[in-house]
């Protein structure tokens, strides 16, 4: 599942495809976009906000993305074979040197580009914001503490919080906290979360891999996240999995209780 880390390094790779270049062809496989053409119209920036993605152009439009729970964005020299089918492909990007190419982007919009915020601006703080520091980090701090009774691994999934923690980071900084995902907030080092937070989106951001242990190595990348056959990567316990959260919301959580004390479900 796309995190904000995730959503940093497409940001990269688009903004290395297409920043400076002339669209000559453009194709919208989107209900809503179905007769949009951007041709002939130059890609000036790019800007990641959490999970969100936005590609400016010299028209002062914007498109904004959102990859949701399986979307992509990727880069292919003309002519190359898609490494997706290309029915899962909602929205072509291309110049005379590279094609940018959406799979799965159920979430697109052509706006303003004055009117991004209508999109982020309900968003906490951004963990991978460049001119991140000591305010965004107490602003986040204090919106954990905010929710006293919330169970800290909700809280951390709660983009109002702070934009960009995923499933895989809010298993892996409870696993860090040495607490149960289940622990309520209130209990929690809230100013160590949002640091482990800043920390292992910082780290992951130019990664191709995904790596919260520091260990870069088939097998050792993660502390407990879906390690349930190969058990705690500290202690070699058992690690178990349930869902938390309710209805469409819950994501499949994995903990070590012995590493990890604290309320979990039966």
Same mark, same amino acid.
């Given at each position: 599942?796309?995190?904000?880390?995730?959503?940093?390094?497409?940001?990269?790779?688009?903004?290395?495809?297409?920043?400076?270049?002339?669209?000559? !062809?453009?194709?919208?496989?989107?209900?809503? #976009?179905?007769?949009?053409?951007?041709?002939?119209?130059?890609?000036?920036?790019?800007?990641?906000? &959490?999970?969100?993605?936005?590609?400016?152009?010299?028209?002062? *439009?914007?498109?904004?993305?959102?990859?949701?729970?399986?979307?992509?964005?990727?880069?292919?020299?003309?002519? +190359?074979?898609?490494?997706?089918?290309?029915?899962?492909?909602?929205?072509?990007?291309?110049? *005379?040197?590279? $094609?940018?190419?959406?799979?799965?982007?159920?979430?697109?919009?052509?706006?303003?580009?004055?009117?991004?915020?209508?999109?982020?601006?309900?968003? &906490?703080?951004?963990? #991978?914001? %460049?001119?991140? &520091?000591?305010?965004?980090?107490?602003t986040a701090a204090a919106a954990l503490r905010s929710r006293p009774n919330l169970a800290i691994g909700e809280a951390l999934l709660d983009q109002h919080v702070m934009a960009g923690v995923g499933n895989v980071f809010k298993t892996e900084i409870c696993f860090l906290l040495g607490v149960s995902p289940w622990t309520p907030?209130?209990?929690?080092?809230?100013?160590?979360?949002?640091?482990?937070?800043? !920390?292992?989106?910082?780290?992951?951001?130019?990664?191709?891999?995904?790596? *919260?242990? &520091?260990?870069?190595?088939?097998?050792?990348?993660?502390?407990?996240?879906?390690?349930?056959?190969?058990?705690?990567?500290?202690?070699?316990?058992?690690?178990?999995?349930?869902? +938390?959260? $309710?209805? *469409?919301?819950?994501? %499949?959580?994995?903990?070590?209780?012995?590493? +990890? %004390?604290?309320?979990?479900?039966?």
């Amino acid at each position: 599942m796309p995190e904000g880390d995730t959503v940093f390094l497409t940001g990269e790779r688009l903004r290395g495809a297409l920043v400076g270049r002339t669209l000559t !062809r453009t194709d919208f496989r989107h209900p809503r #976009l179905a007769t949009a053409d951007l041709t002939g119209r130059d890609v000036v920036a790019v800007r990641t906000v &959490g999970k969100h993605l936005f590609l400016r152009f010299s028209d002062r *439009t914007s498109l904004h993305s959102h990859l949701m729970m399986d979307g992509s964005w990727r880069v292919f020299r003309p002519g +190359q074979r898609w490494s997706m089918p290309s029915h899962h492909a909602r929205v072509v990007l291309a110049h *005379t040197d590279a $094609e940018a190419v959406g799979f799965r982007v159920h979430d697109l919009d052509l706006v303003p580009t004055e009117r991004e915020s209508r999109f982020v601006a309900h968003l &906490g703080p951004d963990l #991978l914001d %460049p001119d991140w &520091g000591p305010d965004h980090e107490s602003t986040a701090a204090a919106a954990l503490r905010s929710r006293p009774n919330l169970a800290i691994g909700e809280a951390l999934l709660d983009q109002h919080v702070m934009a960009g923690v995923g499933n895989v980071f809010k298993t892996e900084i409870c696993f860090l906290l040495g607490v149960s995902p289940w622990t309520p907030a209130s209990e929690v080092d809230v100013d160590r979360a949002v640091r482990l937070a800043h !920390r292992l989106l910082t780290v992951n951001a130019r990664r191709p891999r995904r790596v *919260t242990t &520091g260990m870069d190595a088939p097998g050792r990348r993660s502390w407990v996240y879906e390690r349930t056959r190969q058990g705690c990567l500290r202690c070699g316990g058992a690690v178990r999995v349930a869902d +938390q959260g $309710e209805g *469409t919301w819950a994501r %499949p959580t994995w903990y070590c209780p012995r590493c +990890q %004390p604290g309320p979990a479900p039966a």
